[in-house]
T-cell receptor, first 113, second 110 residues
């Protein structure tokens, strides 16, 4: 069974641009979560989507947004990129009810120059 | 106070030895608990969920102490492949937001 997949693996953008990151959950999983892991720091919760709706949001500015598609895949959009947005962005999926275990994809490494 | 606190280590462990470490969490209403392992620059991988009664998976044993609000992980008969950062993860409520500790680094040496 395929795990969580993410694309692209690496993304290089300049300050002020927009970045779009993509995630496909494990088959049968309806919840998708996004996390940011800056270098040397722990994982910070960004967003949770389930059944196409945003269910919860972490302490990030509105320029971090996303959506979930009918096939449960998800996009994370980061507008007006800043240098400090450089990080590993991890997507995870789970069966609905968030107490279930979350399984992570390999991540997208975003570099903002 | 951080929501989830871990000793960053590193814990240097001879191959075959036992190592144990804890993590503390601040929210007494937290509902579920996990240990993940993360290799350098890779994604976290679920190691085990932590149940109230404690649970064991091969060489790994996890314990939960709700009264003192800590979780422990014990690794027996350490292998070189156990070298990694172990993340303590707490689900404080039912709203999807996992709280991650900064991780405990374990280095198993020959």
């Amino acid at each position: 069974e395929a795990g969580v997949t993410q694309s692209p693996t690496h993304l290089i953008k300049t300050r002020g641009q927009q970045a779009t990151l993509r995630c496909s959950p494990i088959s049968g999983h309806t919840s998708v979560y996004w996390y940011q892991q800056a270098l040397g720091l722990g994982l910070q919760f960004l967003l949770w989507y389930d059944e196409g709706e945003e269910r919860n949001r972490g302490n990030f500015p509105p320029r971090f947004s996303g959506r979930q598609f009918p096939n449960y895949s998800s996009e994370l959009n980061v507008n007006a990129l800043e240098l400090e947005d450089s990080a590993l962005y991890l997507c995870a999926s789970s069966l609905y009810i968030s107490t279930y275990e979350q399984y992570f994809g390999p991540g997208t490494r975003l570099t903002v120059t | 106070r951080k929501e989830v606190e871990q000793d960053p280590g590193p814990f240097n462990v001879p191959e075959g030895a036992t190592v144990a470490f804890n993590c503390t969490y601040s929210n007494s209403a937290s509902q579920s608990f996990f240990w993940y392992r993360q290799d350098c620059r890779k994604e976290p991988k679920l190691l085990m969920s932590v149940y109230s009664s404690g649970n064991e998976d091969g060489r790994f044993t996890a314990q939960l102490n709700r009264a003192s609000q800590y979780i422990s992980l014990l690794i027996r008969d350490s292998k070189l492949s156990d070298s990694a950062t172990y993340l303590c993860v707490v689900n404080p409520d039912s709203w999807g937001k996992l709280q991650f500790g900064a991780g405990t680094q374990v280095v198993v040496t020959p």
